[in-house]
């Protein structure tokens, strides 16, 4: 895969790239100047091992809008080994996976898409007699950074589906001891990855991971707080089934099961295939939480979940009314009437007391 | 019992007038405008203050001035102190003015005011109604005091009228009279009932009537209370009309003197039983709790103590101003313990704000201008206030008074 | 002196043994008996801790009732807001939700359909009355606007039209007359989590024991006899009794909720036994008016007799 040969695209095309990665990652733009320039110094090398998977987080990848992005992608990383893309197959494509690991021993990212089985020591996936336990961990050792890509190599995906016969799990298992990044998805959002492997390749630091090694930028939120569907959920407008008013109407897809309140991912803020609405409630199907590993698989489609928030929303209807208003010119006009009133009668009291006295003080006089 | 009553007399167009007949046709405005667009539309009233000022001024503080009539017509008839006489039309006059105020500011207050016909149709009364019994009663004793303001109009008749009228007169002249002691009878049954009541209606709302001035012993509190407005609306009254009708009414000062010291021993009566069965109901607390209404309690203490100390003042007695002074305060008083009740001390929660609305001023208003006017003229046209001098000797300051 | 006194003495006896009479009875034990659960009374269990503020209850219940759409401006913290602030003339239910702090949790106001209501004491001709299954309904003929219901109501359930030329008091009756042709609770119909759920009050009460039974930690409790926290279902004796019942979570207590603290006796009760002592069979008044009539009459004659004496002195002298 060395001399990956430069097709015809633009300087401005290549930073539009960058950008989008950078702010998908949550740079500045100046990073995306940084990103372009340290990839054409040196573009970083990645080693893409596939396992038990159906090579979707792959295709996900390739599948860009932009005119000849699968290309793009690829000058923007040295896709050093990749049985989807690689030209060689059976040892020549061994002998490359050495190479490569050899020449780049340290520097390389290692990328893992699909879960590894572990029943009957990993014999269920077995390439050129290596299981995929071995290889991994082999890979890895050598690595400088591991990112398992999609829900398989994240935590087991559909491999791991009950029964679960091979015992597949996630890279997260096989590789202790160093951090893995978990991009998952089914398939995963190509900026996610890419955004992760190029801030690795220009500043050498992986972003922030939240406790399952998921990169916060992407999967810090639930897809419920970002839906463009949510004020329907808010106002209560919902489907109750596929091609109904509500369905028709674009409605909140809460009630038919949709998982998006308790699914972490950024569908609806970062495009698949560089399509706005190429997702699934974008589409009119309810999100089924293909990142997480309690719900794809393993919830049915059409049952509801509960609505989790670690703050309730910001503007609702408070248990105390806020009712009845206090017009200051009532409040003038009753303040100066009443007084006048009260005011009034006092002061004739006290002026006809007096007036009294004065003339019982008159009459008294002999 | 009424030969010194006659007509005051004089000119009726007046300025003062014209500016209660200003006030009324501004009222009147707001009440057709709330037929056609409800009671919100001039009213700031809310789901939690459903009650605003209409209720404790129209209502309940205009039918405790009223209550003068049922106040000195216990003295007069149960008691049988047949020297009072002389205050009791226009007692009565006030009475009857002072309830069809309130009859009339309750129906411009009812939002679906077309049922209150149903009010005359038993089979539909729900016998635990305390608002039922007001009501019922306020439209029954309306009609009384307006039986016994009805001598007045027929005497007049008898006297200046056509041939026609006087004969009239001269038939249901007696008539009436026959039937006034069971007619008075009534007069002193049913502000008993409704006085009371007005002050019970507020039982049915412990959870938001402040512990100060909520107890079973209301209604006892608002009978006593009527008691002292009503007495103190008389004594005011006689000595405002004996100023404003120089020369043609005087005040009976020693009537009134009488008076005041039955009511300065029903106001201190008043004082201390509230505080009394605050006491035993274990809340006089409250009374230094703050923020909160405590301070509105000790007002209507002060004014009723002040309104009773005064009266047992012969000094006070002597002075017409004073004694003026006295009978308004006591009127205050008890106009500012309704309101208290019926909305200083009620809280529906946290969240609900009330103020009165202009409109709702603007109606109260109105409603007084239109009573002061109809008492006024009334009172020149018809024998109600008592301007000979008869049983009554006029004002002397050498006389000391008993 | 003696003459006033006498006076003032006898005008109190007069009027005090009315309102004694009250005071007394205000203490009496039940002369008004509170009234009791019917074995087939419907209400509604709402579950804060299942709640999550979607509020397709409140467009469910505004569709099933036919209510036109509120179109008052609301605004929450002096910001638009497009969704009710609270029960009123065109809304029968809302979700309100209470927050400090860390602790929140959403809440549903509806009618609480009452054991024993004091709405429909206070109303005069009876408008408020209560139907089949317990439910309290609002007739439209017997009504007179007076908003009385709406003092005596401690949850300050009915709400009014008031700026309607012919107004209605509205509040919920458990969708007994629906307009869109459903049946039953339409809330409940609808509510996505089973937050609430509608059924009879004994059913309610049961599953509403059984999930505290569950989990008792994640309810709301207060306090027993002996100090220990008991989680508690409000309605069950709150104010004698409620048909709509309520689950709050630990953290969050039913008065943060807005529900007022009650005991077991319905609130109306006092003002019960004191009107009903006072005009029981309507004795009292009776009485009085037969006693004052005698006491006038015999006055009057006593007065008349002297005024002809006195005549007949002047004629002799």
């Given at each position: 895969m060395n001399g990956t040969e430069i097709s015809n695209f633009s300087r401005r095309d290549f930073l539009k790239v960058c950008s989008m990665a950078a702010a998908a990652v949550g740079l500045p733009a100046s990073a995306a100047e940084q990103m372009a320039e340290s990839v054409s110094k040196r573009k970083p090398s990645v080693i893409w091992l596939q396992f038990q998977e159906c090579t979707g987080c792959t295709e996900s990848l390739l599948r860009t809008g932009h005119p000849d992005a699968a290309q793009l992608i690829l000058d923007l990383i040295s896709l050093d080994y990749s049985e989807t893309l690689m030209a060689a197959a059976g040892h020549q494509a061994e002998a490359a996976l050495e190479q490569a690991m050899k020449d780049n021993a340290g520097k390389y990212v290692l990328v893992v898409e699909g879960a590894i089985p572990t029943k009957e020591d990993g014999r269920y996936c077995v390439i050129a007699g290596k299981t995929a336990i071995e290889m991994t961990k082999e890979a890895a050792a050598k690595a400088a950074a591991v990112v398992a890509i999609g829900s398989c190599a994240s935590w087991g995906g559909i491999p791991s589906a009950d029964p679960n016969p091979t015992g597949a799990v996630g890279v997260g298992e096989i590789v202790k001891g160093k951090p893995v990044v978990t991009i998952p998805g089914c398939p995963a959002n190509p900026y996610n990855l890419l955004g992760t492997v190029l801030q690795f390749a220009t500043f050498g630091t992986l972003p922030a991971l939240d406790e399952k090694g998921r990169p916060k930028f992407a999967y810090a939120r639930v897809i419920h707080d970002d839906c463009p569907r949510r004020p329907h959920f808010d106002n209560g407008r919902f489907a109750q089934r596929y091609g109904d008013e509500g369905s028709r109407q674009g409605w909140c897809l809460y009630k038919i099961g949709c998982k998006g309140p308790q699914t972490h991912a950024n569908c609806s803020l970062l495009s698949f295939v560089d399509t706005v609405g190429a997702w699934p409630i974008g589409i009119g199907a309810q999100c089924f939480g293909c990142t997480e590993k309690d719900l794809a698989f393993r919830v049915p489609l059409f049952q509801t979940v509960d609505v989790q928030g670690a703050t309730p929303p910001a503007m609702y209807t408070p248990v105390n009314p806020q009712a009845g208003s206090v017009s200051p010119l009532a409040t003038g006009v009753a303040g100066a009437v009443g007084g006048a009133l009260v005011g009034a009668g006092l002061a004739y009291g006290a002026k006809l007391a007096k007036a009294e006295g004065e003339t019982a003080g008159e009459e008294k006089k002999p | 019992m009424s030969a010194e009553a006659r007509p005051v007399g004089g000119r009726i167009l007046t300025p003062f007038f014209y500016v209660l007949t200003l006030l009324a046709a501004i009222m009147a405005t707001l009440v057709l405008y709330r037929i056609f667009t409800g009671v919100g539309s001039i009213t700031a009233l809310t789901d939690g203050y459903s009650w605003g000022i209409w209720k404790p001024i129209n209502v309940v503080t205009f039918t405790g001035i009223g209550a003068g009539a049922y106040a000195v017509g216990l003295l007069t008839y149960i008691l049988n102190e047949g020297k009072f006489h002389p205050l009791v039309r226009p007692a009565v006059l006030v009475g009857a003015l002072g309830y069809t105020l309130g009859g009339t500011s309750v129906i411009v207050d009812l939002g679906r005011w077309w049922?209150?016909?149903?009010?005359?149709?038993?089979?539909?009364?729900?016998?635990?109604?305390?608002?039922?019994?007001?009501?019922?009663?306020?439209?029954?004793?309306?009609?009384?005091?307006?039986?016994?303001?009805?001598?007045?109009?027929?005497?007049?008749?008898?006297?200046?009228?056509?041939?026609?009228?006087?004969?009239?007169?001269?038939?249901?002249?007696?008539?009436?009279?026959?039937?006034?002691?069971?007619?008075?009878?009534?007069?002193?049954?049913?502000?008993?009932?409704?006085?009371?009541?007005?002050?019970?209606?507020?039982?049915?709302?412990?959870?938001?009537?402040?512990?100060?001035?909520?107890?079973?012993?209301?209604?006892?509190?608002?009978?006593?209370?009527?008691?002292?407005?009503?007495?103190?609306?008389?004594?005011?009254?006689?000595?405002?009309?004996?100023?404003?009708?120089?020369?043609?009414?005087?005040?009976?000062?020693?009537?009134?003197?009488?008076?005041?010291?039955?009511?300065?021993?029903?106001?201190?009566f008043y004082v201390a039983f509230r505080l009394a069965a605050l006491a035993w109901e274990g809340k006089l607390g409250e009374a230094f709790h703050l923020p909160g209404p405590a301070p509105f309690f000790w007002l209507e203490i002060a004014l009723f103590l002040v309104s009773g100390l005064m009266y047992l003042s012969p000094a006070v007695r002597r002075n017409r101003g004073r004694l003026f002074l006295a009978g308004f305060v006591g009127i205050l008083a008890g106009a500012l313990y309704r309101i208290d009740t019926y909305l200083i001390a009620y809280d529906p929660g946290p969240g609900w704000h009330y103020f009165p609305s202009l409109g709702e001023i603007l109606v109260t208003l109105g409603l007084a201008s239109v009573g002061i006017a109809v008492f006024v003229v009334v009172v020149k046209t018809l024998p109600i206030l008592a301007l000979g001098t008869g049983r009554d000797a006029p004002f002397d300051a050498s006389r000391p008074t008993r | 002196m003696n003459v006033t006194r006498r006076t003032v003495l006898k005008t109190l006896a007069a009027t005090g043994a009315a309102g004694a009479a009250a005071g007394v009875a205000g203490r009496a034990e039940a002369s008004h008996e509170a009234a009791t659960l019917v074995p087939d009374a419907m209400g509604l269990l709402y579950d804060s801790t299942l709640c999550i503020g979607c509020q397709t209850c409140t467009v469910a219940c505004q569709r099933a009732n036919g209510m036109p759409v509120d179109k008052s401006l609301v605004t929450i913290n002096g910001a638009p807001?497009?969704?009710?602030?609270?029960?009123?003339?065109?809304?029968?239910?809302?979700?309100?939700?209470?927050?400090?702090?860390?602790?929140?949790?959403?809440?549903?106001?509806?009618?609480?359909?009452?054991?024993?209501?004091?709405?429909?004491?206070?109303?005069?001709?009876?408008?408020?009355?209560?139907?089949?299954?317990?439910?309290?309904?609002?007739?439209?003929?017997?009504?007179?606007?007076?908003?009385?219901?709406?003092?005596?109501?401690?949850?300050?359930?009915?709400?009014?039209?008031?700026?309607?030329?012919?107004?209605?008091?509205?509040?919920?009756?458990?969708?007994?007359?629906?307009?869109?042709?459903?049946?039953?609770?339409?809330?409940?119909?609808?509510?996505?989590?089973?937050?609430?759920?509608?059924?009879?009050?004994?059913?309610?009460?049961?599953?509403?024991?059984?999930?505290?039974?569950?989990?008792?930690?994640?309810?709301?409790?207060?306090?027993?006899?002996?100090?220990?926290?008991?989680?508690?279902?409000?309605?069950?004796?709150?104010?004698?009794?409620?048909?709509?019942?309520?689950?709050?979570?630990?953290?969050?207590?039913?008065?943060?909720?807005?529900?007022?603290?009650?005991?077991?006796?319905?609130?109306?009760?006092?003002?019960?036994?004191?009107?009903?002592?006072?005009?029981?069979?309507?004795?009292?008044?009776?009485?009085?008016?037969?006693?004052?009539?005698?006491?006038?009459?015999?006055?009057?004659?006593?007065?008349?007799?002297?005024?002809?004496?006195?005549?007949?002195?002047?004629?002799?002298?």
């Open positions: - | 049922g209150s016909v149903f009010l005359g149709f038993p089979p539909w009364y729900n016998a635990s109604s305390i608002l039922l019994e007001v009501a019922l009663c306020v439209i029954t004793y309306m009609a009384v005091l307006w039986v016994e303001v009805l001598p007045a109009g027929l005497e007049r008749m008898l006297k200046d009228g056509s041939p026609k009228w006087k004969a009239f007169a001269e038939r249901w002249l007696p008539r009436v009279r026959r039937v006034l002691p069971f007619i008075i009878a009534l007069a002193m049954l049913l502000p008993t009932m409704h006085q009371s009541s007005l002050g019970g209606l507020y039982m049915m709302a412990p959870t938001k009537e402040h512990a100060l001035w909520f107890t079973g012993w209301l209604p006892f509190l608002f009978l006593v209370s009527c008691l002292t407005m009503g007495y103190g609306s008389v004594v005011a009254m006689d000595v405002l009309l004996g100023v404003v009708f120089r020369g043609r009414y005087r005040s009976h000062m020693k009537l009134l003197g009488d008076l005041a010291k039955v009511s300065a021993w029903t106001t201190l | 807001f497009d969704f009710p602030s609270d029960t009123n003339g065109y809304n029968k239910t809302v979700i309100k939700l209470f927050q400090s702090g860390d602790r929140h949790a959403f809440m549903k106001m509806q009618c609480m359909q009452c054991v024993d209501p004091a709405c429909t004491k206070a109303c005069m001709l009876g408008s408020l009355h209560k139907v089949e299954n317990g439910i309290v309904a609002w007739d439209p003929i017997r009504c007179t606007g007076c908003r009385y219901c709406q003092i005596s109501c401690a949850f300050n359930v009915p709400k009014f039209q008031w700026n309607e030329a012919i107004p209605r008091i509205v509040k919920c009756e458990l969708c007994r007359s629906r307009v869109d042709g459903g049946k039953g609770s339409a809330c409940a119909e609808v509510c996505p989590r089973g937050a609430v759920i509608a059924g009879k009050t004994t059913d309610l009460l049961a599953t509403a024991r059984r999930r505290i039974a569950e989990n008792p930690a994640k309810y709301y409790g207060e306090k027993d006899e002996h100090g220990k926290v008991v989680p508690k279902i409000y309605g069950e004796h709150d104010g004698g009794g409620t048909q709509t019942l309520y689950l709050a979570p630990a953290d969050v207590s039913f008065e943060d909720l807005g529900l007022p603290k009650l005991g077991h006796e319905p609130p109306a009760q006092m003002a019960m036994n004191v009107q009903h002592t006072l005009y029981k069979g309507f004795i009292a008044p009776i009485a009085l008016y037969i006693a004052a009539a005698w006491a006038i009459v015999r006055n009057l004659r006593k007065e008349a007799a002297a005024e002809r004496a006195h005549r007949e002195e002047g004629r002799h002298s």
